[in-house]
């Protein structure tokens, strides 16, 4: 029974991330808000599930379930986008990137390099139980979340063939019936994700493996997919710098869901309860991040196989880590 709900909330998840996706879609071309703003936006939406899955096992008493599902998401993630820009190849998916997605990444880097030096040099200070690298973390957000939006002066770029169509098959949503769509479906898809979730939870007990392991990529794969879907239908819809955007926007979210647990977790600061795995796991995302950093800033090219190099450089890096963490696990 317990897979069959793990099925059922699988399905659900990825048809409401298909409608999240269409409704940011909408609202991109019907409001003047950017893309890469949207991105963060969508990336919020898409990571609900991960919520759900850390307030859990922070309320449990598992806290390396719950860091292990936000960093192992972060890894999923950026092994998402390198699938996908592979698959993608004559997009040519990073050169569509914006500074909004520069800056994103940039941040991304920064908050995980304190998650790293966190865990592996401990600094006893906290305040109310909240660590000192929860309350740098949300001041760097901020002053990042400012420089990027202040990034965001450059147009859009004119509609594609794939952009045409969305005003084809979308012109008779307005812009409010998209907003409440979108809000609608983010909430079913909280719902479909804690069912996925604890479904997953229970199969990782029934298969015996560790806490660190299963949160870093049993759970975090499963609390992922929201992810998968919503850059496929984003790329499938030709707007580039919102998949990008997407990706990034849900790594940030999901370390301020750290943050989040932080502050539910009252015993200590939880960055210095858990196994020191999860600096590998942190390492081998940021690995990943430079990685996806090196096509945005190089200079365009225009032979494929050039192009989609540091792509399978990261799909290379994912799995050299995930045996690394196995090993330490």
Do not use: C
């Not at 897979?3 to 996706?21: Q, R």
């Not at 973390?137 to 202040?150: D, L, N, P, R, T």
């Not at 794969?221 to 919503?230: D, F, G, I, Q």
């Not at 494929?304 to 050299?320: A, C, E, G, H, Q």
């Amino acid at each position: 029974m317990i897979y069959v709900i793990f099925i059922i909330a699988a399905v659900a998840t990825i048809y409401l991330s298909v409608k999240i996706s269409n409704y940011v879609d909408v609202i991109d071309k019907k409001s003047t808000l950017k893309a890469a703003f949207l991105g963060v936006l969508l990336g919020g939406a898409t990571s609900l599930p991960e919520v759900t899955t850390s307030v859990t096992s922070v309320i449990i008493d598992n806290p390396d379930i719950a860091v292990g599902n936000v960093m192992g998401s972060n890894m999923f993630n950026l092994l998402i986008l390198a699938v996908m820009d592979a698959i993608f190849r004559r997009k040519r998916i990073f050169n569509h990137a914006t500074n909004e997605n520069f800056y994103t990444m940039g941040l991304f880097m920064l908050l995980s390099l304190t998650v790293v030096v966190s865990i592996l040099i401990p600094i006893p200070f906290s305040f109310f139980g909240i660590g000192w690298e929860s309350i740098a973390m949300v001041v760097m957000y901020g002053i990042g979340a400012k420089i990027i939006s202040k990034a965001g002066d450059e147009q859009k770029e004119s509609e594609s063939e794939g952009q045409a169509e969305v005003y084809g098959a979308y012109k008779h949503v307005t812009l409010k019936r998209a907003v409440m769509g979108f809000i609608i479906s983010a909430i079913l898809v909280l719902a479909a994700g804690s069912a996925l979730t604890i479904s997953a939870d229970k199969i990782a007990v029934i298969t015996g493996l560790g806490s660190s392991f299963v949160g870093t990529f049993l759970v975090a794969a499963s609390t992922s997919l929201p992810e998968a879907v919503s850059v496929f239908v984003a790329l499938k819809l030709r707007n580039y710098p919102l998949a990008i955007g997407s990706i990034m926007g849900s790594n940030l979210f999901n370390l301020m869901i750290l943050v989040g647990t932080d502050v539910l977790y009252w015993q200590e600061a939880i960055l210095q309860t858990v196994s020191n795995t999860h600096a590998i796991t942190t390492l081998s995302a940021m690995a990943l991040g430079l990685l996806a950093i090196y096509p945005i800033i190089r200079v365009q090219v225009k032979n494929k196989l050039t192009y989609v190099i540091p792509s399978l450089l990261m799909v290379i890096t994912y799995f050299i880590s995930s045996y690394l963490i196995y090993v330490n696990s």
